[in-house]
């Protein structure tokens, strides 16, 4: 036990040991070479040593930091050709910061929590060096949305001066202007503007505000307009508004359900229907029609509009299995033959493929099969097992072709690993497996110069 104790403390007292220039050259080779580490140990030097006259300073010196960490980018053809921002070590670092301003936030420190933010957008803006990439954009796009809600937070917050929600305001409004939202387009700026400005300002104000940017008004700013105008008693100018833009689901969709929940079961019918007629059917509206035509008891209206389901929702067969349920069984072979017919009008090959094996239907299957292009390779690997076994040998022959095209010219390493894959996978098959063994001894013998295909075929026999 004794020496188990010796062992768990001997590193820190080797530690202390150490000469003082021999530790300080290691942990700066560290962390030049591992942004997480330097990003921990800035946090660490600041809260051990620097001393910051207010917390706000010390919030923002980390968030200044977070843009100090580079990277190798790879540039054309994969090789490391430029140096940037390490954004993952931004967006981490500045999450981390966020869950500390929570906890200010849960005091009622509004002014830091928003000053720390805006810091962090105007520092993105003057230190944009263009290296970010789609990965970025996403990831940057997420941390706005948690700026979103946080900074709505403050601007409900009746302790937080009105005075300085409006100079929120006025800020977030030139960082609309900002070339980095811009450039990337990863975020919109004036969406976040309104969604703090309906927030943060008295009813008659904030719609005031809002009719300013109505020339440009997107589907979310025509949800705030609803809302504002109900909330300031204006109800038939919702109505009005709503109507007039029945192409826009921000609105249509949330007005929908409301007069389904509120029992108002033709208004909610007549609203989806003639939205559908604008705008084209969408899986939500036919699911919205359906959920208040079964409400209502209208089978014939549910039949229709389970059909559409049907066809619409590929790759899911619930909306089929629904309809046949309902559908009396006299005459289900009609509508059977309808569904077949527009999917055939449509070349719905692989939603017709799945319906085929649902209904058992193994004929028709096997010459859709045989008569697709494309898909056919992926149709057999996903549908010969269900197949009666005459249908086999053909079915296994065209696999074997495709497989032998797929490698007959040189690929990437992870290619060869892809085709070993699915090598194993064909010779799982009913009947594959001499196939692929008659396929891999042809491979050894013909493609001898390939050395990294037959490395990734040596498992097969």
């Not at 080797?14 to 997480?36: G, H, W």
């Not at 089978?299 to 299995?321: H, K, N």
């Not at 509508?335 to 239907?361: F, P, T, V, W």
């Not at 249908?391 to 390493?413: F, M, N, V």
Request: net charge negative.
């Amino acid at each position: 036990m004794e020496s188990k104790n010796k062992i768990a403390f001997m590193p820190e007292k080797l530690l202390e040991q150490a000469p003082t220039d021999e530790l300080r050259e290691f942990v700066q080779k560290q962390a030049r070479c591992n942004d997480a580490f330097a990003c921990e140990l800035n946090d660490w030097l600041c809260e051990r040593f620097a001393k910051f006259p207010s917390l706000e300073e010390k919030f923002a010196n980390r968030v200044e930091r977070l843009f100090d960490h580079m990277e190798e980018k790879k540039g054309w053809y994969g090789h490391y050709d430029d140096y940037g921002i390490n954004w993952a070590v931004v967006v981490d670092g500045m999450r981390d910061v966020l869950d500390a301003l929570r906890r200010e936030l849960e005091k009622g420190n509004a002014r830091l929590v928003v000053r720390i933010i805006l810091k962090f957008i105007h520092t993105l803006q003057e230190r944009n060096d263009e290296t970010m990439c789609d990965d970025d954009y996403v990831d940057l796009a997420d941390l706005h949305e948690e700026f979103a809600e946080m900074l709505e937070a403050c601007a409900k917050l009746e302790s937080w001066s009105l005075r300085e929600k409006r100079e929120l305001l006025e800020k977030l409004r030139q960082a609309s202007g900002y070339s980095v939202y811009k450039e990337y387009d990863f975020y919109s700026m004036d969406s976040l503007y309104v969604d703090v400005l309906v927030t943060a300002l008295p009813l008659e104000e904030a719609y005031t505000e809002l009719m300013k940017q109505e020339s440009s008004m997107g589907e979310r700013l025509l949800s705030h307009k609803v809302n504002l105008l109900r909330k300031l008693g204006r109800e038939e100018e919702a109505q009005q508004t709503i109507r007039a833009n029945l192409k826009c689901n921000e609105i249509v969709f949330p007005e929908i359900e409301r007069l389904r929940d509120a029992g108002k079961l033709p208004e909610a019918r007549d609203l989806v229907e003639r939205q559908m007629s604008i705008r084209g059917k969408s899986v939500q509206s036919l699911e919205l029609l359906l959920d208040i035509v079964k409400r209502q008891g209208d089978t014939p209206a549910v039949i229709e509009t389970l059909y559409q389901l049907a066809l619409f929702v590929q790759y899911d067969l619930s909306y089929y299995r629904n309809l046949k349920k309902v559908v009396p069984s006299a005459d289900w072979a009609k509508m059977y033959d309808r569904i077949l017919r527009q999917l055939n009008k449509e070349n719905g090959g692989s939603h017709l493929a799945s319906i085929y094996a649902e209904e058992k239907d193994y004929n028709r299957l096997y010459k859709l099969i045989i008569q697709t292009r494309f898909e056919r390779f992926s149709l057999i690997m996903e549908y010969l097992p269900i197949l009666p076994e005459k249908y086999h040998p053909e079915l296994l022959q065209y696999g074997i072709r495709h497989l032998k095209r797929w490698i007959s010219t040189a690929a990437p390493r992870k290619e060869y690993v892809r085709f070993a894959r699915t090598l194993k996978e064909f010779s799982r098959l009913p009947g594959g497996a001499p196939y692929v063994t008659e396929l891999v001894a042809h491979i050894r013998t013909t493609y001898t110069r390939r050395p990294a295909l037959l490395e990734e075929l040596r498992d097969l026999h």
